[in-house]
């Protein structure tokens, strides 16, 4: 009986960091007003930009791009409805499904590319839910059997609490099949309809009707306090995000980065200038006028095809493959802190060297050497 409480309590930890986490990931974003802006380097936009070039559904993600804020939003209160659901443990198999479908998303987007698979969080999230979609909330600290409690009371029908029968009772009571027969009914054939333990479908009229009554008032029930609950998480949800903008009331961010080379370089990867010609030897990637100080351009590195950035901090070039080490999204040019974003897990890099300046990526970014000639271009080396 002590294993059987146990195993009562066993998933309620989990249930509570899932629900904390998944709360404050949907509010995190709400308060976040450059989660929403399309030109900040850690917006949904980006994010969306820089899975399109990584992801196996980067078909998909280049069609949604235009639907960025939209999609932001949805997915921050999706965050922020399952957290609350499995945090109370209302709906739970209904949230604990909605959960595995996000983390799987994200798992196919952002994290595709973890190296070891298990250093990207989503995949471990997905098989996390697993648990609550199977058994639900459990008994405690859970509105659902608060609710099945009462809705039961109501009826007159006794509480759905669980119980542990050992097997060999379930044997004696219910019989062993034997050759088609039941040993427990002295040779006659098995059938669940005499056994106590296993009334199931073939269990006596007058119970079915109460069963089927206990099951629509407890959906009732169930979806009167969900609504009150979905409501109220709607009006926390857009009381944070306006507090967000209160707080973080500073201009929208300008574009710090610009594709170079007109078309872009991966237009013209090849375009080389020949020594002895007054110039620099190497892969035209622009004017250096195009990437003032404080700015950054975006290329195509004609070596691999990976997405390139360029960075101008105060007169001085530095260029980097933009595929961040984590999971490959491409890093941005964030001139607010002069530092090198990820948009998906939130990785920073020094503009100067490249290194890991908070991860989770593992190192830093790779460097390519860049110059600028005498014609004022810049070259790739
Ligand atoms: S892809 Fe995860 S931090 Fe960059």
Same mark, same amino acid.
């Given at each position: 009986m002590r294993a059987w409480t146990l195993a009562e309590w066993a998933l309620v930890p989990l249930r509570i960091f899932l629900g904390v986490t998944f709360i404050f990931a949907g509010l995190q974003k709400l308060a976040n007003p450059n989660f929403f802006? !399309?030109?900040?380097?850690?917006s949904i936009q980006a994010q969306l930009i820089a899975s399109s070039h990584t992801s196996p559904m980067r078909l998909l993600l280049t069609h949604l791009i235009p639907f960025a804020k939209p999609i932001g939003v949805v997915i921050s209160l999706a965050e922020l409805a399952i957290g609350v659901g499995v945090l109370v443990g209302l709906w739970t198999r209904i949230a604990a499904v909605g959960g595995a479908v996000l983390s799987l998303s994200l798992f196919l987007t952002v994290s595709f590319h973890a190296s070891p698979y298990f250093t990207g969080a989503d995949i471990v999230f997905f098989f996390a839910w697993l648990p609550f979609i199977v058994a639900g909330a459990g008994s405690w600290l859970s509105l659902d059997a608060w609710i099945a409690r009462r809705v039961a009371k109501q009826e007159g029908v006794a509480a759905p609490e669980l119980v542990p029968v050992p097997f060999a009772t379930v044997q004696t009571l219910c019989g062993k099949y034997n050759k088609g027969t039941c040993t427990a009914r002295h040779g006659l054939a098995c059938d669940a309809a005499v056994c106590p333990v296993l009334l199931g479908n073939r269990a006596p009229i007058a119970t079915r009707v109460a069963i089927d009554s206990v099951d629509r008032r407890t959906l009732v029930v169930g979806g009167t306090i969900a609504a009150g609950v979905g409501v109220a998480t709607l009006l926390l949800g857009g009381a944070v995000a306006d507090a967000g903008r209160m707080i973080n009331h500073a201009a929208p961010p300008k574009s710090a980065s610009k594709q170079l &080379? &007109? &078309? &872009?370089v991966s237009d013209s990867p090849t375009t080389t200038v020949p020594t002895g010609a007054g110039t620099t030897p190497g892969i035209l990637l622009g004017a250096a006028k195009d990437v003032p100080s404080g700015y950054a351009g975006t290329f195509t590195v004609p070596s691999t095809g990976d997405p390139g950035i360029v960075v101008n901090a105060q007169g001085t070039f530095y260029a980097y493959? !933009?595929?961040?080490?984590? !999971?490959g999204c491409a890093v941005s040019y964030a001139p607010s802190n002069n530092l090198l974003v990820c948009p998906c897990h939130g990785s920073e890099f020094q503009v100067a060297t490249g290194a890991v300046i908070v991860g989770p990526s593992p190192h830093g970014l790779a460097k390519l050497k860049v110059i600028e000639g005498s014609n004022g271009n810049l070259y790739l080396q």
């Open positions: 802006r !399309a030109l900040s380097p850690i &080379g &007109g &078309g &872009g493959d !933009a595929v961040c080490p984590h !999971a």
